[in-house]
């Protein structure tokens, strides 16, 4: 049988104008005539005597590639996330920590705030490190706030310890404010010291009755006050203060007053102290002397004492500046021989043993 002629193929189909491109124009598009696009390429594949599968998948520019699957997953996930913020608070990113290498770079919250939350029974803890090295730790639990320290060649303290039932801040070690804290010439010396160009105040007040004692340095000189104050800035009331007094333990442990000092003038002493002083009342007129103010009074002559403030133990003076007797109390217990007055002057002694009974003396001066 003779060979028979090869077949004559119908001619192919004239693909479509590219404009010099092939026929997929993008990575992502392709002709838009898919069914052309399959068929020319069905034919050139019969040409090379390649067979194309009837059912072969060819690109569906329809469907998603695999980018634009992975931007959409991501950007599910991060609204899924900024769901769980109420609708009322805008997105601020800001409010997260930033970390660097596990170093917080940016460590704030804002709006809001940074909350260390140890649990019921528990407590929290914020350790500062410098190269790794433990350099303080702030802590706190039920009892209060504490500020640790550790020393470089090991070891620990509480510098700061603020308690929240006793309401007590407690400081251990020196404080400076203002400068730098004196050398004491030991580890174990405790000071404190306020440090500044001007006028230093240090108040200690009690704000419900006003009372206050007062501590200034001046270029002027230093004063120890005792004030009725506002209870912030130490300024005066109006209305006098109350006494400041200066107190001792005795052997038995008791507290003493040694001085008082009184905010009309009087100086108050114990058995053993003294007053100086000289205060000069004049006259002539009706006088009760009060011998905390001042030890020596002095008085005209045809002036009268009708009675005198002694404290217990203390020796005081009248001088009576000019001749003449001057009328005293008949309480006085007076030496033997009555008074003596002088031509000149007299002074009169006074002394109590219990600021009740008084002795008196007469020292007459006739020139």
């Known amino acids: 049988m003779a060979d028979q002629p090869p077949a004559i193929l119908p001619p192919l189909t004239p693909e479509p104008p590219t404009n010099g491109h092939a026929l997929f124009t993008s990575p992502y598009g392709m002709f838009p005539d898919v069914d052309a696009a399959r068929d020319a390429l069905a034919a050139r594949a019969a040409e090379k005597g390649n067979v194309i599968e009837p059912l072969a998948a060819v690109f569906d520019p329809t469907k998603p590639t695999i980018d634009q699957t992975r931007a959409n997953a991501i950007h599910a996930i991060q609204q899924n996330f900024e769901a769980l913020i109420p609708v009322s608070v805008p997105v601020d990113h800001s409010v997260y920590l930033k970390k660097t290498n596990d170093t917080a770079a940016n460590l704030y919250v804002n709006p809001g705030a940074l909350v260390m939350d140890g649990g019921a029974g528990g407590w929290s803890m914020i350790s500062w490190r410098q190269a790794g090295v433990q350099r303080w730790d702030t802590f706190c639990d039920s009892g209060g706030f504490y500020v640790t320290a550790y020393l470089d060649g090991g070891g620990s303290y509480n510098l ?14 020196r404080l400076g ?52 104050s506002r209870g912030d800035n130490g300024a005066m009331w109006v209305t006098p203060g109350i006494p400041l007094m200066v107190r001792t333990q005795d052997a038995a442990g008791a507290l003493q007053t040694r001085l008082r000092f009184d905010p009309s003038g009087a100086i108050m002493t114990n058995s053993s102290a003294f007053v100086g002083g000289f205060l000069w009342y004049g006259g002539p007129a009706a006088f009760t002397p009060d011998f905390r103010i001042a030890q020596t009074i002095g008085i005209q002559p045809g002036s009268s004492i009708t009675t005198v403030v002694l404290v217990t133990g203390q020796v005081a003076r009248i001088y009576v500046n000019g001749p003449g007797a001057v009328p005293y109390p008949a309480s006085w217990h007076i030496q033997q021989g009555g008074a003596v007055w002088g031509l000149a002057f007299t002074v009169i002694n006074l002394w109590t043993h219990d600021g009740t009974n008084i002795f008196a003396t007469f020292t007459p001066y006739d020139t």
């Open 177 to 228: 404010v203002g400068g730098a804290p004196r050398d004491m010439g030991g580890a174990a010396a405790i000071g404190l010291d306020v440090q500044t160009p001007g006028l230093v105040t240090a108040l200690i007040n009690d704000t419900s009755s006003g009372a206050s004692f007062r501590i200034q340095a001046t270029s002027g000189g230093t004063y120890l006050d005792g004030i009725s």
């Open 160 to 173: 700061l310890v603020l308690g929240r039932q006793a309401r007590v801040a407690t400081i251990y070690g």
